[in-house]
């Protein structure tokens, strides 16, 4: 279910794992886009900054959606094994937003320009963490709802 201005709107699982598949190409186009950008000789600042705040506001995105809508729906039904799997995958999205934070606190445009090598071999280090987010999700949250 999804609450929007006052609205209570139910999903059925399969709308559920559309809305989240949609989730998962937006972050993976997102990430394409920066290692296009990496594998420039030197940044397109504004570009650069758009496609970092795409992929931030879409990584969010699928965090709250996962959190607020996937998980409490899954939680309904779930055994104590999936419980604690559920409350595994939400741990492990918590400890990977800190990293993802903490990366675009240090990474800002000034220090982008100043440091281009050093700010792409930063991101090459938080790329297989979102994909390996993306797999764990899949992995947890699509299984589970293709069987609803």
């Known amino acids: 279910m999804i609450v929007r201005q006052g609205r209570v709107t139910k999903m059925n699982p399969e709308a559920m ?3 989240l598949e949609g989730h998962h190409r937006d972050i993976m ?3 394409r886009e920066i ?3 990496c594998g420039e000789e030197n ?3 504004r570009e650069l900054a758009n496609a970092r705040e795409q992929l931030t506001a879409s990584s969010l995105s699928r965090s709250r959606y996962v959190s607020e809508v996937i998980v ?3 939680l309904k039904d779930a055994d104590d094994g999936f419980r604690t799997e559920l409350s595994e995958l939400l741990f492990a999205t918590a400890t990977k937003r800190m990293f993802s934070r903490a990366h675009i606190a240090q990474w800002t445009s000034t220090s982008i320009e ?3 090598s050093g700010y792409c071999a930063a991101a090459r280090d938080i790329w ?3 994909e390996e987010q993306i797999a764990r999700e899949t992995r947890v949250l699509a299984a589970r709802l293709k069987h609803r």
Do not use: F, I, V
């Open 17 to 19: 794992l559309g809305t």
């Open 29 to 31: 186009a997102g990430l």
């Open 35 to 37: 290692r296009r950008h």
């Open 43 to 45: 940044p397109n600042s």
């Open 72 to 74: 409490p729906t899954l």
């Open 114 to 116: 100043a440091d281009w």
């Open 128 to 130: 297989p963490m979102m």
